[in-house]
Structure formats: structure tokens, C-alpha cells
């Protein structure tokens, strides 16, 4: 049961216009949402957060919108760079109440992002 | 301040035998947590410590198993080691496992390959 997805396994953009990354979940338990981003053999870095009690977040040139009713987020990068290429995961996190649940991260499979000069 | 660390980078073992890996935190964070990416797949959790307790375990059989020192460092086991088996392991620590709005960071991975 894949509760968080993001449905398009890669996306090309031009350099400098913007990038917009989308992911879906199921379980309206979850409460934290975060993205990574990653290069093959490289653990993910940390880019951006969101708490289920916001609907956006900036940082920089990322920016994180929050759709509860629909259980959609998206990272929508402005203007997207050619460093920006690599591989982005959503991932999505509970409290407490999750149960068997808490604490881990749930990850997306996540996406492939090529920024072309 | 230093990230998350792991040891070795590359681990390379035979069907049958056992794998250790190792993990250095964040310093302060007291929360690690231990990942899988298999080829092809996403990262699947498998182990959550904190206080030197496991707090949390994924769907993976008991020969997954691991510990957490009281530096907070971490090591995860392997028994028995079968050829799907070999994948990234990955390791983040936190600050604050218990806190909604904890993030979790990763270090560079553990590759481990299994002949």
C-alpha cells in the first residue's frame, strides 16, 4: 500500500523557469511533510517542511504548498539552476497517534529533476 | 558542525554471512533511525532508536536488528545475509524522534553489496 506517491517519475525544465514537483497521500494521519533531494550513492538532503496546520512554506528559491482536502503537496522551485538536477522525495511523517506508524518517514518514490542550461 | 556520518562507505559479503554498519548522529540529536533503498526501490524504514531503546521497527525480519549506544551512535546488524539484501543503508538522526515537527538527517549511506 503506497501511501505517499508522486506520480511522475521524472521532469525536464529549462533553466531559470520554474520547476513544480507533486506528491499525493492517503493517510490523513500524517501531519509532517518533508522533501529531499538526492544525487545517486548520496543520502538525501533535507530541503524544506511543511506542518499540516500551514498551507505554504518558503525557503529561498523553495517554496511548499499544502492542500489537506485534496492530501496534496508540491515543491515548486524558482528559478530552477542546473545544480538543482537530482532526484527529489517526498516523504511524510505522524505523531504520536500514528501508532505503529510513529515516528518513521514514509517516502515517495520519487522524482527525477533535469534542469537544463 | 558535523553531519551524519556512517561506516564503511562500500561493504561487500558473502550469502550466510553477517554485516555490520555503523552510525555517528548529529551531536544533540538522541533519535536514529535506519533505511533501506533497495535497486528500484524506494527508502523502506527499518529501525528507530532513541534513549538507547528501539522505539520503532519496518516490515523486515528479525535477522534486521541493531543497537544504540550510549554516545547515541548507532550500529545495524545483518544476519544471514541473503543476495536481496544488498542495497543502501541509509542512517538519519533527529533531535526530537517524539516531536511531530522533527526532521530527520541523513547521512551519506552504507552501500552493501551481497555475492
Known amino acids: 500500500d503506497q501511501q505517499v506517491k508522486q506520480n511522475s517519475p521524472s521532469l525536464s525544465v529549462q533553466e531559470g523557469r520554474i520547476s513544480i514537483l507533486n506528491c499525493d497521500y492517503t493517510?490523513?494521519?500524517?501531519?509532517?511533510f518533508l522533501w529531499y533531494k538526492k544525487y545517486p550513492a548520496e543520502g538525501p538532503t533535507f530541503l524544506i517542511s511543511i506542518s499540516s496546520i500551514k498551507d505554504k512554506n518558503e525557503d529561498g528559491r523553495f517554496t511548499v504548498f499544502l492542500n489537506k482536502s485534496a492530501k496534496h503537496l508540491s515543491l515548486h522551485i524558482v528559478p530552477s539552476q542546473p545544480g538543482d538536477s537530482a532526484v527529489y522525495f517526498c516523504a511524510a511523517k505522524m505523531g504520536r497517534v500514528g501508532g505503529t506508524s510513529y515516528g518513521k518517514l514514509t517516502f515517495g518514490q520519487g522524482t527525477i529533476l533535469t534542469v537544463h542550461p | 558542525e558535523a553531519g551524519v556520518t556512517q561506516s564503511p562507505t562500500h561493504l561487500i559479503k558473502t550469502r550466510g554471512q553477517q554485516a555490520t554498519l555503523r552510525c555517528s548522529p548529529i551531536s544533540g540529536h538522541t533519535s536514529v533511525y535506519w533505511y533501506q533503498q533497495a535497486l528500484g526501490l524506494g527508502l523502506q524504514f527499518l529501525l528507530w532508536?532513541?534513549?538507547?531503546?528501539?522505539?520503532n521497527r519496518g516490515n523486515f525480519p528479525p535477522r534486521f536488528s541493531g543497537r544504540q549506544f550510549p554516545n547515541y551512535s548507532s550500529e545495524l546488524n545483518v544476519n544471514a545475509l541473503e543476495l536481496e539484501d544488498s542495497a543502501l543503508y541509509l542512517c538519519?538522526?533527529?533531535?526530537?524522534?517524539?516531536?511531530?515537527?522533527?526532521?530527520?538527517?541523513f547521512g551519506p549511506g552504507t552501500r552493501l553489496t551481497v555475492l
Open positions: 493517510n490523513s494521519m500524517f501531519d509532517y
Open positions: 538519519a538522526s533527529s533531535l526530537a524522534g517524539y516531536s511531530s515537527t522533527d526532521t530527520q538527517y
Open positions: 532508536y532513541d534513549e538507547g531503546e528501539e522505539r
